[in-house]
């Protein structure tokens, strides 16, 4: 067994996190049998001393069959509809199914918001840690019914890792439909499952694509960007189906694994490099790409070749290159519409007042590539 799959299998606190493909069927809603088998997966690993917090999807789903929908609604309003019923049916399942092995849930709902303002962040991460001393599973879920962006492109899978980071978990494991990341798509049978993910080099040119069971919303493209997100701040994931959990849970040896990088983000580069929303684009040179992206100095204005977007001074801001990729993100220290007339001057041809760091390396994240 690899170091990585080592780290997962004996980690001391853990995040589950379980779609809706995995759990509801379009016809019958929620499909009790699968969501006791996690259960019981969940039970035995948390039976070993681990604790568990288990970030689970199915709200809206499993308000289809009550509510006599034949499908995953369209429109946002019944797609809410479902989510207000479907959440109710969703936390008495777990409640009854943990309660088999005398374990208390308790129900977490969170939108992309709370763990992405760091004003809620610290409310959030003190609830996580009293009901884990406590004993309980936490159960997390977007609060469909009342958010809007993140219905219509599910981030559950992004959620889960803000929030494995967000409680200092050792490792992040992620269930679905699929055992694991494949070089294509699984159904065309001439694809291979790749075992480990070490680096950004062994998911070069892999295309990846939606899920086919028409609950779900995320898809593979999420599952690889909430694993790449996790793995890059020191967390190792798994990936792996549902249907293996018990395996996953146990020796994790089944599925995809990815390696975490050496060192963990602290809580301000996380949120700063993942969670945090940019507000605007500043394009690099060559120069300024290698000074910030590879030994994290100080963007100057002389490195600047263009602005994007309308931002204040305190805002964040994403760091790209000639090609439009992101390689880094940082605090800006002007607003969007004093730098135009700074960008390409060097410190010395500024006026007093305007001689500092564009971003400050304290304030900047590079973006692995």
């Known amino acids: 067994m690899t170091q990585t799959r080592q780290a997962i299998a004996s980690a001391r606190r853990l995040v589950v996190k379980v779609g809706s493909s995995a759990l509801t069927t379009a016809g019958s809603g929620l499909d009790v049998a699968r969501l006791d088998a996690l259960v019981d997966a969940i039970a035995a690993r948390v039976a070993r001393g681990t604790q568990i917090v288990l970030v689970s999807s199915g709200a809206i789903g499993a308000g289809l069959a009550p509510l006599s929908l034949a499908k995953r609604p369209r429109d946002l309003a019944s797609q809410q509809a479902a989510a207000s019923v479907g959440q109710l049916a969703l936390a008495h399942a777990y409640a009854e199914s943990f309660g088999r092995y005398s374990l208390t849930v308790g129900q977490v709902l969170l939108t992309n918001d709370d763990v992405v303002r760091r004003a809620h962040y610290r409310n959030a991460q003190r609830t996580f840690s009293r009901l884990l001393a406590l004993g309980a599973v936490p159960v997390v879920n977007e609060n ?32 679905s439909d699929v055992d694991g990341l494949y070089d294509g798509d699984p159904r065309s049978g001439a694809t291979r499952r790749i075992a480990e993910v070490r680096d950004e080099s062994d998911v070069d040119g892999i295309s990846v694509g939606m899920s086919s069971s028409g609950l779900g919303t995320g898809g593979m493209v999420s599952k690889l960007a909430a694993a790449r997100t996790a793995a890059a701040a020191g967390i190792p994931v798994l990936l ?130």
Do not use: C
């Not at 469909?144 to 803000?162: K, P, Q, S």
């Open 144 to 175: 469909d019914t009342v958010a809007t962006e993140e219905i219509r492109f599910g981030d559950n899978d992004r959620l889960a890792a803000l929030v494995a980071h967000l409680i200092g978990a050792d490792a992040l494991v992620l269930l």
């Open 240 to 369: 792996a189906a549902a249907a293996n959990a018990e395996g996953a849970l146990a020796e994790a040896g089944v599925g995809t694994a990815f390696a975490a990088a050496g060192t963990r983000l602290s809580a301000r580069r996380f949120w700063l490099g993942y969670a945090a929303d940019a507000s605007g684009r500043l394009r690099l040179d060559d120069g300024a790409v290698t000074a910030v992206a590879r030994r994290r100095r100080s963007l100057l204005a002389a490195g600047i070749t263009g602005v994007d977007g309308d931002f204040h001074a305190g805002d964040v801001v994403d760091l790209v290159d000639a090609r439009d990729r992101a390689v880094a993100r940082g605090v800006v220290a002007f607003d969007s519409g004093e730098l135009p007339e700074l960008i390409g001057r060097s410190s010395h041809e500024l006026p007093a007042e305007q001689r500092r760091e564009v971003v400050h390396a304290d304030d900047l994240v590079p973006l692995r590539r």
